[in-house]
């Protein structure tokens, strides 16, 4: 994109979103150059439990080894380059290439070769070990990785946004482990989903009928605790806030006291998006915990796993109860998804008007990055931030 100037914020060239081109170098500056999320520490308890994923479309395997440690390496055999992983996750005693059974085990190194003397004289087993991905981090039982080994460290890249992802990640200061996990696709850009889940401007018009019947439930509040009228809503209107954390964006709430029937300490609604593809969420009303991980499958396609989190060593039936919230709240039929999952499709499809104008970011512009209020655009504008130091300005 050297020479050619795009408009990515706070107004923004619709063509980022429909262009196959720029899809291609988003892969290469943003997804293949920042820190991505692999998997939840919890999901990898045991030696030999295991998770594969791809990122920047590249297959990669995490394992937990006899030595105690998360390991993220290449699914690619170092002989010709088959999976040596074909599940999403489960447990092995060792990883066999089912091509020409060349096996590795639970740290990557090659253990076994079948008639291993054709290699010749000078081969070694400790040469060719599953190739290990450059940086691997583990923060909050998240385990992040980058395929970039300039990368700075995952605090540093975090940067304002680390205290913050903190909140949600553990609860009240303890651990929290994936208690079920389910994935879809929808046809839209990968960008649309990572705005919409920091943007605080389109729950009360999309969401409506939803709200309304929450309203009817809950006694004058919807589920975003505003919006709906009255002098309490108006003073919880007011705990709205949207933050621009350098290439990460982040939105709060406080949910209405009466309405905390699961739990009484934590009041705020969280939501966070750590540039370019982890989304974590917190409802302190049915008390849910979830983290989105967006996954660009082409310019026009996106997949997202989501996954429900709660406190480690929870009873059976609080787990129950949780899961069962988490579904109702923010599963495949949940109460809100299918309307934003709808409409990204319709956004994708009204984005190929190329005479349709920019699309707007500017609610809250001459508030700051931390002045924003309730329906402004700073934690939507954060993403762009994140867009453009890859992609134009490039990371130091």
Not at 80 to 107: Q, T
Request: net charge neutral; proline share 5%; hydrophobic share 35%.
């Amino acid at each position: 994109m050297t020479g050619i100037t795009y408009r990515a914020g706070p107004v923004v060239d619709r063509s980022l979103y429909t262009d196959r081109e720029v899809y291609r170098i988003e892969q290469a500056r943003i997804f293949e150059r920042a820190w991505l999320f692999v998997a939840h520490e919890s999901e990898l308890k045991n030696p030999g439990d295991f998770r594969t994923t791809d990122l920047a479309d590249q297959p990669v395997l995490a394992i937990r080894g006899d030595d105690g440690k998360v390991h993220v390496v290449y699914n690619s055999c170092r002989h010709r380059g088959p999976l040596v992983e074909l599940d999403a996750a489960g447990n092995r005693k060792s990883f066999r290439c089912i091509y020409h059974n060349w096996e590795y085990g639970r740290d990557g190194r090659l253990i076994n070769v079948p008639r291993c003397e054709g290699q010749g004289p000078d081969f070694r087993l400790e040469d060719y070990p599953l190739a290990p991905l450059p940086k691997v981090e583990i923060l909050h039982g998240l385990v992040f990785a980058s395929l970039n080994a300039n990368a700075p460290s995952l605090r540093d890249y975090l940067g304002q946004a680390a205290s913050y992802l903190e909140q949600i990640a553990l609860y009240e200061g303890k651990p929290q482990e994936v208690y079920g996990t389910f994935e879809y696709v929808y046809e839209g850009n990968w960008k649309l989903i990572c705005e919409n889940t920091v943007d605080d401007y389109h729950p009360q018009y999309l969401h409506a009928p939803t709200y309304q019947e929450s309203a009817r439930r809950l006694g004058g509040l919807g589920i975003s605790g505003a919006f709906m009228g009255g002098k309490s809503a108006a003073e919880l209107e007011a705990t709205r806030c949207s933050l621009d954390l350098g290439f990460h964006g982040f939105i709060s709430w406080r949910a209405q006291d009466r309405n905390l029937t699961y739990q009484s300490e934590r009041k705020e609604h969280l939501h966070i998006g750590v540039f370019p593809s982890l989304l974590l969420l917190y409802d302190p009303i049915r008390d849910v915990t979830g983290i989105r991980v967006v996954k660009p499958e082409a310019v026009d396609r996106t997949r997202v796993i989501t996954s429900c989190l709660g406190p480690v060593g929870a009873s059976e039936e609080r787990r129950r109860g949780i899961a069962e919230r988490f579904n109702h709240n923010w599963g495949p039929t949940g109460r809100v998804g299918p309307d934003d999952i709808t409409c990204f499709e319709y956004i994708q499809k009204g984005l190929k008007a190329k005479g349709g104008g920019d699309v707007l970011m500017t609610r809250g512009l001459d508030r700051g990055p931390l002045g924003g209020r309730a329906g402004d655009e700073q934690s939507v504008r954060a993403v762009w931030n994140g867009w453009r130091h890859f992609m134009v300005d490039g990371p130091s």
